[in-house]
């Protein structure tokens, strides 16, 4: 039977070689698929015998995306020219124990993300905030996750937006960090850092330099405002913001000490408020870590 295959596969690239025949590719003849729109049909007939509803469909020239819920249950089913590429599952077969969690298809209609100009798909993990994936598609229909480095921000992190910053035409990956223990009020310190795309990955490493400039430029007009006023629990808050974007930036600890106690320099304090600025100053020159008691 080998044989036969080899054989036919030499008539073939013989029959190539003759004058005016019509070029065979090898990877026509290995190219194998399936009707997207079919097959999606056929998947969510499937799924929808066994009591789930669609929620969502988006058809594009390279793939059939679908959403599914049934009771607290997600799933999420991608069909390209190659079957079913992507398989998420909020649950495990037996509904108890977590999978993927609460996934669907972001809203909106595909976009190009990484600037190759093609369509990227969005899912989510409807949590919060909520959790945003991207998956890449090449013309046979194979589909890539966009991988990230948001853990290494900070256990547990992940991409809660997708926005070109800088203008470029590539989206960077948002991840918002947080500090309530480090805060006075509401809103809570917070930094959006902007991942940006390296070789078919989010990377923590750097930031758009445009984009870290206009964040201080935004942190010293809030500042100023807050000193005009004398809002000393929301000048801590945004002190905090400023040391923490050094430290995101690579500034050393020292540093990172330094700005926070700059953005305070001026503000009158309560004697618990300084109690609270010299305990937060602690936890930044530690590393962002809370001292050892």
Sequence with gaps: MACRRLLALGSLLLAA????????????????GVDPVEEAEAVEANL????????????HERFVALSFRRGAE???RVISARGAVVSLDSHEPDGV???????????????DVDGDGEDDLIVVRETEPPCLAVLTFDEDGRAELIEDDADALRDGACVAALEDVDGDGIAEAIVALRWPDLSEGEPP??????????????????MPVSYVEAERARRAEALAAAHARGDAARGITLAVEVAALAHLTGASLAAQVERFD??????VLTEAQRDRVHAIRAVIASGWRDPEP
């Design 17 to 32: 070689c003759a004058g005016g025949a019509e070029p065979v590719r090898l990877e026509d003849l290995m190219r194998v």
């Design 189 to 206: 310190a917070e930094v959006r850092v902007a991942m940006t795309l390296d070789e078919g990955r989010y990377r923590a490493e750097t």
């Design 74 to 76: 997600r799933a999420v």
């Design 262 to 267: 700059e953005a305070l320099s001026g503000l």
């Design 97 to 111: 124990r977590e999978r993927h969690g609460p996934v669907a298809l972001a809203p909106g209609a595909p976009r």
């Design 48 to 59: 929808v015998d066994a009591g789930w509803e669609r929620t969502r469909r988006v058809e």
